[in-house]
């Protein structure tokens, strides 16, 4: 799945396509950020010479092998460039140019040429329209970047956009950033996501990934490799789209729920992959992760001088799902041993304004809450006076003795300080101890880092993995035509995969609907049927607790006026709390499961989880105790408890319902009646593509 990225990342000899001498040209700056290249960089383009070195008016003119072409000419001339490293045998090529498939049709039309022309040769392609490629460490800069980033850091990058490749060097140069790797893939036309996260996940050099893209290639495939990333490296990810509204016409309440964004989180989340808003909020995350240990656990402990800074700080903490707790008296004790007399030590420990003491008692406090067994992070608040070179210079040294020693806890400092002292920070930056300036970036910086300690953690005593393949009975074929499934033959599917769905007759007059009702016995439920009415409680097609012949004929008379055409289903009467249970195809990640509260109003709770499909009765259990109202299930106001395990088994069964049938592009379960007695669906709609 990897094959040709190790040419683009870690080539011997590298072809510079339109090379160039002159002042201010894309090719003379690309000559000039090769420079450092330890490998061969060779020439290409119509002059005699590039740089003091013989150029080559064509590719297949160079001598010997090519492992990487970068190209940086007009749009047009990029087809015959790629059938000529297609036949020199390229291994892979950079497209910087623009004026493809983002240019409108006849850019389409070009960037198909393109990649026709890479496949047919085995050429492996980045871009085109982008940014360009670096590899800090080696170093290989071919990039439109004036600079190299900061090399030695583990952070590789994969986003689609230059700037973000232009920021990576600022945030190296001003707040201590490294990396290994940057790839701004552009169009994308050729090297998906997935191949790039199962090339990453074995690059030894890489340690953290942080994905900054606008779009997902290959869903599915995508999903798969990053579940298999996370249990070994964090994934990090911004994903453009979160006010997209999804534009699917949905049928279904499970469709109108799963819009676009909501199902990218689902499955980013299911996968192990820290999502977060900001491209800073990411390469925040990425160097909390790359230079200390990742956190095994969600207990912090904050050391300040300030208790208005520390308090917000740990509020801010909280709010990341992180705890704060209390010490223990004897580690107290040992931290009131340092402190003044009106400090407190409870957690935050706050050794008030006693500056002349900050050189001591900050990295003694730290040495001590690092190795007490009780938290599983330490953040000083470095504060105006405690902002100091000596008290930056204490703590980098404490820090390097907990490393030297093993210790597995993470320190980030919350840097709060005016920029006259940034120097200091650098201090600790330098020795690898991350400093975020004030307690927002800070807080969320530290959830990004222990949600994926826990998710590598998990890993390793594998829990979490690729998805599951879970076998399920044969079930019938799905009717070929397009359309909302008939309520009986949506009835019979769900009944052969075992999925309990409560009798219902259907009946077409008032006399057949209460002879239907006193067969089933009373009270009953009586429904219309109709292919255009497809949520009858909108146009009160649904009548309830029905205890008489007279009752159910007067609601038949009324329903059956609702449609031409239309009939009524007859149902006995069930009770219990009403879920959601059901599922969509989405174009990106395929089959989505979901469970939630139901009933009429789920649009308006939207108390639901999705799920990439199909998922174990672990991560079906997990769905439901991750609902809002899951306290619901627990048994409430003298109410007895709900067995999870029949639901979770349902979601289940659904999951791989639409794992095995791609015709089914919707289904919904709403509402299935939960409680004392076994799961039971008593509506229930299905839609083939």
């Known amino acids: 799945m990897t094959d040709g990225l190790a040419a683009v990342f870690e080539p011997r000899r590298v072809a510079l396509v339109g090379a160039s001498d002159r002042t201010g040209s894309m090719g003379r700056l690309l000559w000039d950020n090769l420079a450092g290249f330890p490998g061969e960089v060779l020439p290409v383009g119509p002059a005699a010479t590039v740089g003091g070195r013989p150029a080559y008016p064509d590719l297949r003119d160079v001598p010997g092998p090519v492992d990487l072409a970068v190209i940086a000419t007009p749009a047009a001339t990029v087809p015959g460039i790629l059938a000529a490293a297609a036949a020199k045998g390229v ?8 004026g493809f498939a983002e240019a409108g049709p006849e850019g389409e039309r070009l960037q198909a040429e393109v990649v026709a022309a890479a496949r047919a040769g085995g050429v492996r392609l980045v871009g085109p329209n982008c940014f360009g490629v670096q590899n800090a460490d080696l170093p290989l800069n071919a990039s439109i970047s004036a600079g190299a980033p900061r090399g030695g850091g583990g952070v590789s990058i994969v986003t689609q956009s230059g700037s973000y490749g232009m920021a990576v060097q600022a945030l190296g140069r001003d707040e201590g950033l490294r990396v290994a790797k940057v790839l701004a893939a552009g169009n994308k036309a050729d090297i998906t996501d997935a191949e790039m996260l199962a090339y990453l996940r074995q690059d030894p050099a890489t340690r953290v990934i942080c994905l900054l893209l606008e779009s997902v290639t290959d869903g599915r495939a995508f999903f798969e490799q990053a579940c298999l990333t996370t249990v070994a490296k964090p994934v990090i990810a911004v994903l453009g789209g979160r006010t997209g509204a999804g534009q699917r016409a949905a049928q279904s309440h499970t469709a109108a729920l799963a819009t676009d964004d909501v199902v990218r989180d689902a499955a980013l989340r ?11 909020q990411a390469l925040d995350a990425a160097r909390a992760l790359s230079s200390q240990p990742a956190p095994r656990g969600r207990r912090v402990a904050v050391v300040t001088n300030s208790g208005g800074t520390g308090v917000e700080l740990t509020d801010l903490l909280a709010d990341e799902g992180l705890e704060i707790p209390e010490l223990s008296t004897s580690l107290q004790a040992g931290l009131r041993a340092l402190l003044p007399a009106y400090a407190s030590a409870r957690n935050p420990v706050d050794m008030t304004p006693a500056w002349r003491l900050f050189t001591t008692m900050y990295p003694v406090a730290i040495d001590l809450l690092a190795r007490s067994g009780e938290v599983d992070v330490v953040i000083p608040v470095l504060l105006q006076r405690s902002a100091s070179a000596e008290v930056a210079a204490a703590v980098r040294d404490a820090v390097a003795r907990l490393r030297a020693d093993q210790v597995p806890v993470p320190v980030y400092v919350c840097w709060v300080a005016p920029r006259s002292a940034d120097q200091h920070a650098s201090v600790l930056q330098e020795a690898g101890i991350p400093c975020f300036a004030w307690p927002e970036r800070t807080a969320r910086a530290a959830g990004v880092a222990v949600r994926c300690g826990l998710r590598i953690a998990a890993g ?3 829990r979490p993995g690729p998805p599951p393949r879970v076998p399920v009975p044969a079930v019938p074929a799905v009717p070929a035509v397009p359309g909302l499934l008939d309520p009986a033959a949506a009835r019979d599917l769900l009944a052969a995969a075992g999925v309990p769905a409560v009798e219902t007759v259907r009946c077409e007059s008032p006399q057949a609907a209460a002879a239907a009702a006193a067969r089933l016995g009373y009270p009953v439920v009586v429904k219309v049927a109709h292919p255009d009415l497809t949520h009858k409680s909108d146009v009160g097609g649904v009548r309830l607790d029905l205890r ?19 009939a009524v289903l007859v149902q006995p009467q069930r009770e219990g709390i009403e879920l959601v249970i059901g599922g969509v195809r989405d174009p990106e990640f395929g089959p989505m499961v979901m469970a939630g509260f139901g009933g009429v109003l789920v649009e308006a709770r ?13 991560q079906a259990r997990a769905m439901l105790r991750s609902l809002r109202g899951a306290a619901l299930f627990t048994g409430l106001r003298g109410r007895p408890a709900v067995d999870l395990g029949p639901i979770a088994a349902l979601i289940v069964t659904v999951g791989v319902l639409l794992a095995q049938h791609p015709a089914i592009t919707e289904l919904d379960l709403n509402p299935v009646l939960v409680g004392t007695s076994p799961p039971v669906a008593v509506d229930w709609r299905i839609t083939v593509g």
């Open 91 to 98: 291994t892979a090529a950079v497209v910087l140019s623009a």
């Open 270 to 280: 299911q996968a192990g992959v820290a999502r977060v808003r900001t491209g800073l």
């Open 460 to 462: 390793s005593a594998g």
């Open 548 to 566: 008489t012949g007279a009752a159910v004929r007067s609601a038949a008379v009324d329903l059956l006026t609702l449609a031409d055409g239309a």
């Open 606 to 618: 939207r108390d639901v989880q999705l799920a990439v499909a199909p998922v174990d009765a672990a």
